[in-house]
């Protein structure tokens, strides 16, 4: 009787112990960020700003876009489209997102987006654009990640995650590559230049192609995008 006593008693002094100790174990680990850029807006801002920091090069802070030649949509629209699914999607995944804008009638040059997603120390940036052709016979998509030496730092890792996103996006979409294998390094990319995080670009499709331009305003196919995105988002994002 003495021993079950003495038993209860050291339980009654240390089992709040026990239970904070148990806390601390399972308590859940930090969501990571990940911040979507949607690609243009309403109105472009055609006054120019480096490409790069310290660069004499300047492009236009940022362009209109290009339009479907069937559905009459704006780049912009379509991008931001596909954007907000992208969010939620995301967030279900227990992501935390920061969105570049949320509306069309915003001002935000390349250098903003990309400090945002910056200042955001977002484990992945992802700018989602729609591409355009004077070849009208042109389509598929592509993932472009940033390779000159303004982004040494992030080259690399940006790379492995355009390789896996288009994978996983193009296994989804049943897709076409674009521009060959689907990767395209470059290093003229304002956003690109200006990002500190990882960062890759999705060309969707090409809206100057009317079969692939009808295709993109499908909530079907801007679904399995997203899905193709999520899916590489969770395999390249620990």
């Known amino acids: 009787m003495k ?31 990940i911040c979507i850029d949607a690609g243009h807006q309403k109105k ?12 004499k090069v300047k492009k236009a ?27 939620k999607a995301l967030e279900k995944k227990n992501f ?28 992945l940036t992802i700018r989602i654009h729609a591409d ?6 042109t389509q598929g998509l592509s993932l472009l990640y940033p390779s000159g030496t303004y982004t040494k730092s992030i080259n690399k890792t940006s ?8 994978t996983e996006t193009i296994r989804i979409t049943k897709a076409k590559k674009g521009y060959g294998d689907g990767l395209v390094p470059r290093s003229d990319l304002t956003g ?5 995080t990882p960062v890759v670009l999705v060309e969707m499709g090409f809206m100057s192609n009317a079969t692939e331009d009808k295709r993109l305003s499908t909530k079907s196919y801007q679904q399995s995008i997203v899905n193709g995105l999520v899916n ?5 994002v620990h």
């Not at 509306?103 to 990309?114: E, P």
């Not at 355009?132 to 016979?137: A, D, F, I």
């Not at 590489?232 to 390249?236: A, P």
């Open 44 to 55: 472009q801002n055609l006054q120019t700003e480096p490409i790069a920091p310290g660069s």
């Open 61 to 87: 802070k940022v362009t209109s876009g290009t339009r479907g030649v069937a559905t009459k949509k704006y780049e912009y629209e379509l991008n931001l489209e596909v954007a907000l699914q992208l969010q």
């Open 192 to 196: 690109f230049n200006w990002s500190k």
């Open 3 to 33: 021993k079950i006593i003495l038993a209860a008693s050291i339980i009654g002094i240390f089992g709040t112990s026990f239970v904070h100790s148990t806390e601390a174990i399972t308590n859940p680990t930090p969501k990571k960020t």
């Open 132 to 137: 355009g052709s004077t070849n009208k016979n």
């Open 232 to 236: 590489g988002i969770v395999k390249s």
């Open 159 to 166: 790379e492995t995650i355009a390789k896996t996103l288009l």
């Open 96 to 123: 935390h997102v920061v969105m570049t804008r949320t509306k069309h009638d915003v001002n935000l040059s390349n250098i903003d987006r990309a400090t945002i997603c910056n200042n955001a120390k977002s484990a």
